[in-house]
């Protein structure tokens, strides 16, 4: 089955330096969504990408949805202390409404030294 | 508006007994999909309820079930318990369940099976 290779498992960086990310796949993904989750709470979603190579931002952080729909990578730039937790991307497979489709990277866990 | 809310949050059980899970939607929002988290599997798709129909279901053995109300609340229930369904899990609602919706977790149930 589909499944999403996310990398690094785990980054520890100095406050105000650059984070990359990503997530690659044997497998086409149709959109592409970034996640990231707070130590006690549920995934909140930062990042949509519905498009071949897209490139989307949100305040510090961007996205590109890979051109060959098999990767995507994220971006933070600047890191601050609030930026600890830990990034998941998922990928949506198959069209049709079901959230069945959707597969979730296993996480890269951010840790930031102030 | 109120997020997702789920209840309880925290829950300890033994080998064999069973649980059941409860998960309020975002108002309005009619599509609940329900998530195992676990560190060495990751965020694994249980199942999700659209109008009170089941419309897609993971990988999962039928222990798990899982049941919508009219009103979009919903339910998980996990029987005979193994240690290995401690877990986080996490309920997440739509409005309608289109792909290109954004899809909005809960904070979790945190189970653990002694």
């Known amino acids: 089955g589909q499944q999403l290779n996310q990398s690094p498992q785990s980054m520890f960086i100095q406050e105000g330096e650059d984070v990359s990310m990503n997530c690659t796949s044997s497998?086409?993904?149709?959109?592409w969504l970034w996640y990231k989750q707070d130590p006690g709470e549920g995934p909140v979603l930062l990042i949509a990408l519905y498009k071949a190579g897209e490139l989307t931002s949100n305040g510090r952080l961007t996205a590109q949805f890979g051109i060959t729909r098999k990767d995507s990578f994220l971006n933070i730039s600047a890191s601050i202390p609030s930026d600890v937790g830990i990034y998941f991307c998922a990928g949506l497979w198959n069209y049709g409404g079901s959230q069945g489709n959707l597969i979730f990277g296993k996480g890269t866990k951010l840790s930031v030294k102030p | 508006k109120a997020g997702v809310t789920q209840t309880p949050r925290y829950l300890i059980k033994t080998r064999g007994q069973q649980v059941t899970l409860s998960c309020s939607p975002i108002s309005g929002h009619r599509s609940v999909s329900w998530y195992q988290q676990t560190p060495g599997q990751g965020l694994q798709f249980l199942f999700e309820y659209f109008s009170e129909t089941q419309r897609n279901k993971g990988n999962f053995p039928g222990r798990f079930s899982g049941r919508q109300f009219s009103n979009s609340r919903s339910e998980m229930n996990v029987s005979t318990l193994e240690l290995g369904d401690s877990a986080l899990y996490l309920c997440?609602?739509?409005?309608?369940?289109?792909?290109?919706?954004?899809?909005?977790f809960g904070p979790g149930t945190r189970l653990l099976v002694l």
């Open positions: 497998s086409i993904f149709n959109t």
């Open positions: 997440a609602s739509k409005l309608q369940g289109r792909d290109q919706e954004t899809q909005y």
